[in-house]
């Protein structure tokens, strides 16, 4: 910019000189000065046409942690050089740099990844890719924009929780119980002889050359048990900022169960009330995980809805053999009034309380809550900066399993 104004009060002397004295020579001065500006204008902009440009990524989500690929390729498409272009890819990710200055010879291309480490979760914009040309003098700038804006979807960090031990509803005479189903299913139970309608591909070979008879697999819809996870994203009972706030680790804690007790193969749901209403039914189909990860990834604790409202709308979809994890910085109690009851239908309830007052640097926030201690809960307490490995070890054991009100436990 500067050198801008510089050349055009230069210009403008210039031509106030000619002007004024009539001497050829300041016009021919002025005529030179106009011509360099015109020429390095067209220089600009002719330099982005004739060009090829293109970004191509593998996969568009990861985790946090992990990396994000994209190939970003140029190609000159006339006979003319390309002496200077600058490539960037925008974009709102967090440290994601790609920008890049190429020089193309005729009908020349460069190529190169570019590689992001992904530093937080959430759902981001990558592109288009804007490629910029500028005169040698750098007076011009111009810019033009390739290929399309695309999401891309950071999942929150999963940890193992190799001790981590909810309160499964145990069923009578077995530990799942198991209906036929008529869709195929990862569970395959037993064979029976096909009839009219079966399909090709569930016919069990093996059996079928071993009997003789056209033989065909039947599936369990697998466990009825199931686990909800039930997150509570007001923010007045939030503290902290950043990976260090208790919204962060509600979050880590949510993705690495979901993680742990999908990967056993239970169904697993989710809901939250934050911005607006998270509800993920529980299933345990393969790619069910990565839907619960997806919505994790979006979540933000900017609700006004209390925990006591969010507990009521997702009641309806708690079953008599069905588990319910509730993560909470909450320091009130009028949530813990709805358990009995829950339990009464055959809940089973545990409960992650996010202590406060290590996650604000205030100190004067309320330590965590007795009620919920002396509540006949299993209570799981996590304090900032705890190895969540160690936090979800150890909880408060209820008394109705013969243990005093507060005993700790540690599974090893």
């Excluded at 299913?185 to 069990?204: C, K, W």
């Excluded at 065909?216 to 509570?232: A, P, Q, R």
Aim: glycine share 8%.
């Amino acid at each position: 910019m500067k050198r801008a104004i510089g050349l055009a009060l230069l210009v403008g002397i210039v031509l106030y000189g000619a002007l004024s004295s009539g001497f050829s020579l300041y016009f021919h001065l002025a005529y030179l000065l106009v011509g360099a500006l015109a020429a390095g204008a067209l220089w600009a902009f002719w330099n982005l046409r004739s060009l090829e440009a293109r970004v191509e990524r593998r996969t568009l989500n990861a985790q946090v942690g992990g990396l994000i690929e994209g190939h970003i390729s140029v190609r000159n498409l006339s006979r003319i050089p390309k002496p200077w272009l600058e490539v960037q890819e925008l974009g709102d990710m967090p440290d994601h740099a790609s920008g890049r200055v190429v020089a193309l010879a005729a009908q020349d291309s460069r190529a190169w990844i570019v590689r992001t480490i992904c530093q937080q979760r959430g759902v981001f914009t990558l592109g288009p890719l804007q490629v910029t040309s500028s005169d040698p003098l750098g007076l011009f700038r111009f810019t033009r924009r390739f290929s399309k804006t695309t999401s891309v979807v950071v999942y929150p960090a999963t940890l193992p929780l190799p001790y981590l031990r909810l309160p499964l509803s145990h069923l009578v005479g077995d530990e799942s119980m198991r209906r036929r189903a008529q869709q195929m299913t990862p569970l395959a139970a037993s064979v029976r002889e096909y009839v009219h309608g079966d399909a090709v591909n569930r016919v069990h070979w093996p059996t079928t050359a071993r009997t003789g008879k056209l033989m065909v697999k039947e599936f369990d819809l697998g466990l009825s048990m199931n686990l909800w996870i039930l997150m509570d994203l007001e923010a007045s009972v939030q503290a902290g900022q950043g990976p260090d706030s208790t919204e962060e680790t509600a979050v880590t804690i949510a993705a690495s169960v979901a993680r742990k007790y999908s990967d056993m193969g239970l169904p697993v749901g989710l809901a939250a009330e934050g911005e607006r209403s998270y509800l993920v039914a529980s299933d345990s189909s393969p790619s069910h995980l990565h839907h619960v990860l997806e919505e994790l990834a979006r979540v933000r604790a900017t609700g006004r809805t209390p925990l006591e409202v969010t507990l009521g709308q997702v009641e309806r979809h708690l079953g008599r053999y069905s588990t319910l994890l509730i993560i909470t910085p909450s320091p009130r109690d009028d949530w813990l009034k709805a358990l009995p009851d829950l339990r009464r239908r055959g809940v089973r309830v545990a409960l992650v309380l996010l202590d406060r007052a290590s996650f604000s640097d205030n100190g004067r926030e309320p330590p965590p809550q007795t009620a919920a201690v002396q509540s006949g809960l299993p209570v799981f307490t996590v304090r900032r900066g705890q190895p969540l490995e160690d936090a979800l070890r150890t909880y408060v054991a209820p008394s109705s399993v013969g243990l005093r009100s507060g005993t700790e436990v540690a599974w090893r």
